[in-house]
């Protein structure tokens, strides 16, 4: 089955740090460009960042750049997130989606094809 | 505040059509067709519906159709079923800085 599923979300005091994971199965996940977007509770979708299928494109929100590093590990099937300097407003549900590029695409193509059911990050002293 | 404006509730009857819209400006919508929209049922992931504007993924029913006119993008939902009760996201390519905007999601109602 192709899928994705998010894990190590946690409750973690303001300034913390946290690293989400994403396993990915059912595909060629080394041939595919990743996203990480997420939602805070009752609210729209905010997207974070982007990277390319060899890690050697990568794309940041501005309101997480400098805070946040996004990497892959192609041989384990896993991208990651990690959060650094966390604040309140980093509380979310945090999605893993697949690029809609298709294999060994170029470039971006900005739209999501595959999501995952996300992983909760709740930022609290 | 989202960077596209979306109504925050939609409505219609069974069998009806409704038209959802997503106002963006000349840096995004209006520039790029790389719109997107997304279905959310509560609690669940997102799920693509329509991508570079106007094109249906492999298994998303015909019923629902999108366009663009200027710095607005729209997506059009015939024949309202009851499980297109929903929450609908819209996003555009933005340019290198900040890529990916979203709209602030619309709450469709089947009467």
């Known amino acids: 089955e192709v899928q994705l599923v998010e894990s190590g979300g946690d409750l973690v005091q303001p300034g913390g740090s946290l690293r989400v994971s994403c396993a990915a199965s059912?595909?060629?996940?080394?041939?595919?460009?990743m996203n990480w977007v997420r939602q805070a509770a009752g609210e729209g979708l905010e997207w974070l960042s982007y990277i390319s299928s060899s890690s050697t494109s990568i794309y940041y929100a501005d309101s997480v750049k400098g805070r946040f590093t996004i990497s892959r590990d192609n041989a384990k099937n896993s991208l990651y997130l990690q959060m650094n300097s966390l604040r309140d407003e980093d509380t979310a549900v945090y999605y893993c989606?697949?690029?809609?590029?298709?294999?060994?695409?170029?470039?971006?193509?900005?739209?999501?094809?595959?999501w995952g059911r996300g992983t909760l990050v709740s930022v609290s002293s | 505040q989202s960077a596209l404006t979306q109504p925050p509730s939609a409505s219609g009857s069974p069998g009806q059509s409704v038209t959802i819209s997503c106002t963006g400006t000349s840096s995004d919508v209006g520039t790029y067709n790389y719109v997107s929209w997304y279905q959310q049922h509560p609690g669940k992931a997102p799920k693509l519906m329509i991508y570079?504007?106007?094109k249906r993924p492999s298994g998303v029913p015909d019923r629902f159709s999108g366009s663009k006119s200027g710095n607005t993008a729209s997506l059009t939902v015939s024949g309202l079923q009851a499980d297109d009760e929903a929450d609908y996201y819209c996003?555009?390519?933005?340019?290198?800085?900040?890529?990916?905007?979203f709209g602030g999601g619309t709450k469709l109602t089947v009467l």
């Open positions: 989606a697949r690029d809609g590029g298709g294999m060994a695409a170029r470039r971006p193509y900005w739209y999501f094809d595959l």
């Open positions: 570079e504007v106007s």
């Open positions: 059912g595909f060629t996940f080394s041939s595919y460009s």
């Open positions: 996003s555009s390519y933005a340019g290198s800085n900040n890529p990916v905007v």
